[in-house]
């Protein structure tokens, strides 16, 4: 039996615990790309690959990923590996659109009852050719996890 100096101290214990391990419970959810290869060369073709990291229980996805048209041209999406380690999934590449520079609500979904994948892995690779030299920020927009 405990006393209760005893019980006292092991809640104590028990809530230190809990506030040390609390920030690698709450990592935060990330998108990012990498680019292969990098650096790109006028005229030839780059592949993103769209990444997502510390993700809890995805089922499914949207995005839309904005280019600057001048740089770079789109020409296919498709589906990473990440969400199907969870099962069979339905895949959407979205809308290309050059003239406004985004590749439109690019989606997955899994397509069973099942539970949603953790951890961090490739969503979507979408591939470009170089127009000209120069720089393109890649913006994330409409996105929905």
Do not use: C, E, H
Not at 38 to 60: F, H, K, M
Request: charge should be negative; hydrophobic fraction near 45%.
């Amino acid at each position: 039996m405990l006393n209760g100096a005893g019980f006292k101290g092991r809640i104590a214990a028990a809530m230190l615990a809990a506030i040390t391990m609390a920030p690698a419970a709450w990592s935060q959810t990330t998108l990012s790309t990498t680019v292969t290869p990098a650096p790109a060369v006028v005229g030839s073709t780059v592949t993103v690959d769209v990444r997502i990291d510390n993700v809890l229980d995805l089922y499914g996805f949207q995005f839309t990923l904005g280019f600057d048209s001048s740089v770079l041209r789109a020409n296919t999406v498709g589906a990473g590996s990440f969400l199907s380690t969870g099962g069979s999934t339905f895949f959407g590449p979205g809308s290309i659109d050059n003239d406004a520079g985004s590749v439109a609500f690019i989606f997955d979904t899994l397509l069973d009852d099942v539970p949603g994948v953790n951890g961090g892995g490739t969503l979507a690779s979408i591939s470009f050719d170089v127009l000209r030299a120069g720089s393109s920020a890649l913006n994330f927009s409409d996105v929905m996890l």
